[in-house]
T-cell receptor, first 114, second 113 residues
Framework: NAGVTQTPKFRVLKTGQSMTLLCAQD?????MYWYRQDPGMGLRLIHY???????AKGEVPDGYNVSRLKKQNFLLGLESAAPSQTSVYFC?????????????FGPGTRLTVL | RKEVEQDPGPFNVPEGATVAFNCTYS??????FFWYRQDCRKEPKLLMS???SGNEDGRFTAQLNRASQYISLLIRDSKLSDSATYLC??????????????FGTGTQLKVEL
């Protein structure tokens, strides 16, 4: 049981390049989330999904796209990277069972855009 | 005004001390409340949920005051291993319903010898 995994762990991009971050969870959770974390800003929600085939915008969706083709995977895409997208990206899946509500985070992807 | 506000700290306390963090939230319709812990350069992890009646987990006690819209976390007998950033988290927020959590920016705790 790996929990939530993210690939890659680190990446350096040049302005204008594109990339996809992959999040995978093996806990059969319906809800999945992408956040970015910047110093002094806390975690901000980019996009989220409440089930396979569904996605919704969060607080800071501009410049990002997502897809949830399979329940266990949630992909975050940057079509044309900008220096303002330099950040740490966390994926999370959410368990809502037995009255509990817990988000499980992946280890993060550290992205630098030059 | 931020949806969830916390004092960023840092709180520097000696080992064995008792320390309390407060957090305020702006959406009176929020239903669920949590404290997450984040170690340096690691992912956040759930520390405890916060219930209306207050709840305790070992050395940690969480309280909720709905009338004043604040949440507190009390840590007794601090350990070096408690050094981390503590995130106040609210379900719902102004921009979403029950599908989203809103995170505070965190309060940094440093426990010293």
């Amino acid at each position: 049981n790996a929990g939530v995994t993210q690939t890659p762990k680190f990446r350096v991009l040049k302005t204008g390049q594109s990339m996809t971050l992959l999040c995978a969870q093996d806990m059969n959770h319906e809800y999945m989330y992408w956040y970015r974390q910047d110093p002094g800003m806390g975690l901000r929600l980019i996009h989220y999904s409440v089930g396979e085939g569904t996605t919704a915008k969060g607080e800071v969706p501009d410049g990002y796209n997502v897809s949830r083709l399979k329940k266990q995977n949630f992909l975050l895409g940057l079509e044309s990277a900008a220096p303002s997208q330099t950040s740490v990206y966390f994926c999370a899946s959410r368990a809502l069972t037995g009255g509990a509500d817990t988000q499980y985070f992946g280890p993060g992807t550290r992205l630098t855009v030059l | 005004r931020k949806e969830v506000e916390q004092d960023p700290g840092p709180f520097n306390v000696p080992e064995g001390a008792t320390v309390a963090f407060n957090c305020t939230y702006s959406n009176s319709a929020s239903q669920s409340f949590f404290w997450y812990r984040q170690d340096c350069r690691k992912e956040p992890k759930l520390l405890m949920s916060v219930y209306s009646s207050g709840n305790e987990d070992g050395r940690f006690t969480a309280q909720l005051n709905r009338a004043s819209q604040y949440i507190s976390l009390l840590i007794r007998d601090s350990k070096l291993s408690d050094s981390a950033t503590y995130l106040c988290v609210v379900n719902g927020g102004l921009t979403g319903g029950g599908n989203k959590l809103t995170f505070g920016t965190g309060t940094q705790l440093k426990v010293e010898l």
